[in-house]
C-alpha cells in the first residue's frame, strides 16, 4: 500500500521521537564530553581515533603538510598530542581546495518535490551517491510508490551573481532501484537518466562514500548542505561539533530546518560522515516538546516553531552495512557496486574476478596501462586481449617484446618488468602506456621522448595467472565470486604455500600504524563478521588509495611467487626470455615487478651490467617480503651502481617505504603524490620528473 501523506508525516514524528530518545539516554556521554570541552579539550575521543582521524587528514588533503612541519615542530609534542593538533589545524586553516570541493559537493544535492493534488510541495533533500542512486531519508521516500509522486531537482541555487540558476528535473525511477529501512531511516532510489541518456552522476556529480574509518571525531566541526523549509539550496557551515557517537548515529549541533531531511553530513575534507535525518527538540519535565517560546508545541504550530536543542544523523558506515546484508538480484547488485571500492559493496555483493584459467577477464578499473588497478571487481572478456586462440582451441600464452637493435647504440637497454594483475592484455598496449607516462616526466625533466620500440618488455602477467588460478580449489569450490575481500583473504591464507601471507597483511597493516587494540578500527563492518583479516585489511584500505580487494589479492601474490619455487621459477623463466644478454642495463620495475626484479639481478648473465635500476610501489620494504627474496633480507642490489626508490604515501603496496634499514646500502628514495585513485599507477610514478630524470639521464648520457 502506498504511503499517503499523512502516513509520512507520521513517520517524520516518529524519526523525531526515537532521535528525542536515544538524544535522553546519551545524556552521560554527551554531558563527560561538553564538561571536557568546556574544560579545554578540543576533541574528547579515545588517542587511537584521534591518531587514525589525524591520519586520515594528512591521506586525504585535508591539510597541507608544510603547515603541519611549521606548527608541530615549533614546539616539542608527543604523539597523542601531535594527533590533536593536526586534527585542530584542520578545522582552522583550510586549503584552498575546500571552497570548490565545497561547490563540487554541493553540486551532487537536489531539493525532493512532491505532487500533490496539482501542486508542486518542497519535501526534503537528497544527494547522488552513484552514478545512479540517490539517498535520503525513509521518511521522505518510505516506499517503492512514493517516488513516482515525486522527483527531483538540481542547481535549486542561486549562482556567484545571487541570481536564481537553471533549474534542472529529474524524475525517480524506483522499478530500477530502490531500498530503505525505517529503523536507519534511509532510501536509496534509482533517478531516471536525463533526456540525452546520461546519469545523474555523470552530470552532477555524486558523493564516494566509505566504510574506512577516521573520517570524524568527537569536538569536530560538520557541514550541511540541503535544503530548510524547501528553500533554495543552503549550507550550515562548520557552526556546530559532534557530541556524541552511537553505533548507528551521530548527535551534533547545527541549525537545520525543516526540508533539511535527507540532507549530507560532511566533515571538513567533503567525506559524507552521516545522513541527516531528525532534529531533537527541547522537552520539559512532562515529556512535551516546547516553542521557542517557552511554551507546549502543538501539531498547528509547525516544525519551525520548535526548539530544536541538536540533530541526529545516521552514520554512513551503518547504511552500508545494511545494503551489504540485503538479498538483491544481480542488476540491483551491480547498481550496487557503482559506488565505488570505498563502499565495501563493490566486492561484497558484486562478481569477484574469475580465477578460473579459460577466460582471461578484464577487471572493472583496468585499462591496458600496465598498472595494477584497484578493484578488480569482476568484468569483461576483451576479445584477443590475452593473446590468440590456435586452431585447436588453445589459448597461446602473450609473450613479452624485444627493444629495436639500434635503441641507444646498440649498448644501452631499458626494460620495463611489470607487477602483478597483467593477464588478458597486450604487451605491446603495456609498453605503449609505459612509455607514456615516463616521455611525461622526461618533458618535465627537460630530456627528449622515448621511442615505445626502444623499451625491452618482457611479459609474465598470464603465465602467473594461470599458476595462480591452478591452485584456488578451495576458493573455487566455495566460489569466491561470492565472498567479500577479507573472507576470500582467509581462504588465501589458508592456501599460503608457507603459511606467511596472514604476517603479510599483519605486518603491513602494523607498518601503517594500526592500533593493537582499542576502539579505532571498529567503525567498519566489524572483525566478527569476516574474521581476524577483516581489520588489517579495512585500516590498510583507509589508510591508503586501493581497495581491499587489491590489497589481499596483490598480497596473495606476492606470498605465492616467494612461497612456491615452481611459481618463482615460472616467473623469472618468462623474464628472462626476453632480456638482453649483454651491454649497460636500465631496469624499471613496478609493484611485484620490484620483487621479481631483486631476484632477476641474482641470475643476469655476467655480460649484462645493470648500472641503474628503478623501483617503483614496491613491497620490498616488508620483512616478509624482502626476507624471502633469493638474497634472503635487505641488501643491495646485486651489482647495480645506481638504485632509485620512488614511492607515493597513499600507495597500499609501498607501506614498507622508504627503505630505512641501512643494509639496503646507498639509494635515492623519492616520495611522490600521486593524483587521487590512481597512488600505484605505474605511469603516475614515471611521469615524475625526479624517476623520469634519473632514467633519461643514463640513457642519453647526460648525467
Known amino acids: 500500500m502506498a504511503v499517503t501523506g499523512r502516513s509520512n508525516e507520521e513517520l517524520h514524528e516518529q524519526a523525531v521521537a526515537e532521535a528525542a530518545r536515544r538524544y535522553e539516554e546519551s545524556s552521560p556521554e554527551r554531558e563527560r564530553v561538553e564538561s571536557r570541552m568546556a574544560a579545554g579539550v578540543r576533541f574528547p575521543d579515545a588517542p587511537d581515533a584521534l591518531a587514525v582521524r589525524a591520519d586520515r587528514i594528512l591521506d586525504r588533503g585535508g591539510l597541507s603538510p608544510s603547515a603541519v612541519v611549521a606548527d608541530i615542530h615549533r614546539e616539542a609534542m608527543d604523539l597523542p598530542d601531535a594527533n590533536e593538533r593536526i586534527i585542530d589545524l584542520s578545522n582552522e586553516l583550510q586549503a584552498w581546495s575546500f571552497l570548490p570541493r565545497g561547490v563540487r559537493a554541493g553540486a551532487t544535492v537536489a531539493r525532493i518535490t ?289 627493444a629495436r637493435s639500434t635503441a641507444f647504440g646498440g649498448r644501452k637497454h631499458l626494460v620495463f618488468l611489470h607487477g602483478r594483475d597483467q593477464h588478458g592484455k597486450q604487451p605491446g598496449d603495456l609498453r605503449l602506456n609505459w612509455t607514456a607516462g615516463l616521455n611525461r616526466g622526461l618533458t618535465l625533466a627537460s630530456l627528449p621522448p622515448l621511442d615505445p620500440q626502444d623499451a625491452w618488455f618482457p611479459f609474465y602477467g598470464t603465465r602467473l595467472h594461470h599458476l595462480v588460478s591452478g591452485r584456488e580449489s578451495t576458493a573455487e569450490s566455495i566460489g569466491l565470486d561470492r565472498l567479500s575481500a577479507a573472507a576470500a583473504a582467509e581462504i588465501f591464507a589458508a592456501e599460503s604455500p608457507t603459511g606467511s601471507y596472514e604476517r603479510l597483511i599483519h605486518e603491513a597493516a602494523t607498518r601503517a600504524g594500526m592500533p593493537q587494540d582499542g576502539p579505532a578500527a571498529t567503525e567498519g563492518f566489524g572483525a566478527g563478521l569476516v574474521g581476524a583479516l577483516h581489520r588489517p585489511l579495512s585500516w590498510l584500505a583507509a589508510r591508503s588509495d586501493l581497495d581491499e580487494w587489491t590489497i589481499a589479492t596483490f598480497l596473495r601474490d606476492v606470498d605465492l611467487y616467494l612461497g612456491d619455487g615452481a611459481v618463482r621459477q615460472a616467473v623469472l623463466d618468462s623474464v628472462l626470455e626476453t632480456m638482453p644478454t649483454s651491454g649497460e642495463l636500465v631496469l624499471v620495475t613496478h609493484s611485484l615487478g620490484t620483487v621479481v626484479g631483486m631476484d632477476l639481478l641474482t641470475r643476469l648473465p655476467e655480460g649484462l651490467d645493470p648500472v641503474l635500476m628503478v623501483t617503483a610501489g614496491s613491497p620490498l620494504g616488508l620483512d616478509g617480503v624482502n626476507e624471502r627474496l633469493l638474497a634472503r633480507g635487505p641488501h643491495r642490489p646485486p651489482r647495480v651502481r645506481d638504485w632509485v626508490n620512488v614511492w607515493c604515501p597513499t600507495d597500499g603496496v609501498a607501506i614498507g617505504c622508504p627503505l630505512e634499514d641501512e643494509r639496503w646500502g646507498k639509494l635515492t628514495q623519492l616520495a611522490v603524490s600521486n593524483g587521487r585513485d590512481r597512488a600505484h599507477k605505474i605511469e603516475e610514478y614515471l611521469s615524475h620528473p625526479g624517476a623520469a630524470g634519473a632514467i633519461g639521464s643514463v640513457l642519453t648520457g647526460r648525467g
Not at 536507519?184 to 558523493?207: C, H, M, Q, S, T
Request: one cysteine or more; charged letters at 25%.
Open 114 to 402: 512532491l505532487r500533490r493534488d496539482g501542486r508542486e510541495l518542497p519535501h526534503g533533500t537528497g544527494f547522488m551517491v552513484s552514478p545512479r542512486l540517490m539517498m535520503t531519508n525513509h521518511h521522505v521516500l518510505p516506499d517503492e510508490t512514493f517516488p513516482r509522486q515525486c522527483f527531483a531537482e538540481f542547481n535549486a541555487q542561486v549562482t556567484v551573481d545571487n541570481q536564481p540558476d537553471t533549474v534542472v528535473r529529474m524524475e525517480f525511477d524506483p522499478g530500477t532501484f530502490f531500498a530503505a529501512d525505517r529503523r536507519l531511516d534511509f532510501a536509496l532510489v534509482a533517478v531516471a537518466p536525463a533526456r540525452d541518456g546520461r546519469p545523474p552522476g555523470e552530470i552532477f556529480g555524486w558523493n564516494r562514500l566509505s566504510v574506512q574509518i577516521g573520517k570524524l571525531v568527537l569536538g569536530e566541526k560538520v557541514n550541511i548542505i540541503g535544503h530548510p523549509d524547501g528553500r533554495l539550496k543552503e549550507i550550515v557551515l562548520r557552526d556546530n561539533a559532534v557530541l556524541v557517537r552511537l553505533d548507528d548515529f551521530l548527535h551534533y549541533r547545527t541549525d537545520t530546518r525543516p526540508g533539511n531531511s535527507g540532507s549530507p553530513v560532511y566533515n571538513d575534507q567533503w567525506e559524507v560522515v552521516a545522513l541527516h535525518h531528525s532534529g531533537v527538540p527541547k522537552k520539559d519535565d512532562q515529556g512535551r516538546i516546547l516553542r521557542r517560546d517557552g511554551l507546549p508545541w502543538q501539531h498547528g504550530d509547525g516544525d519551525d516553531a520548535i526548539d530544536w536543542v541538536a540533530n541526529e544523523g545516521v552514520r554512513i558506515s551503518s547504511i552500508l552495512k545494511h545494503l551489504a546484508g540485503l538479498d538483491l538480484d544481480p542488476a540491483r547488485r551491480a547498481l550496487l557496486a557503482e559506488m565505488g571500492p570505498d563502499s565495501g559493496l563493490d566486492q561484497s555483493t558484486a562478481v569477484a574476478p574469475s580465477l578460473t584459467p579459460a577466460v582471461a577477464p578484464q577487471p572493472q578499473g583496468t585499462t591496458a596501462s600496465g598498472t595494477e588497478t584497484p578493484g578488480s571487481a569482476g568484468g569483461m572478456v576483451t576479445p584477443g586481449a590475452a593473446g590468440r586462440e590456435s586452431g585447436t582451441g588453445v589459448r597461446e600464452t602473450a609473450t613479452g617484446l624485444r
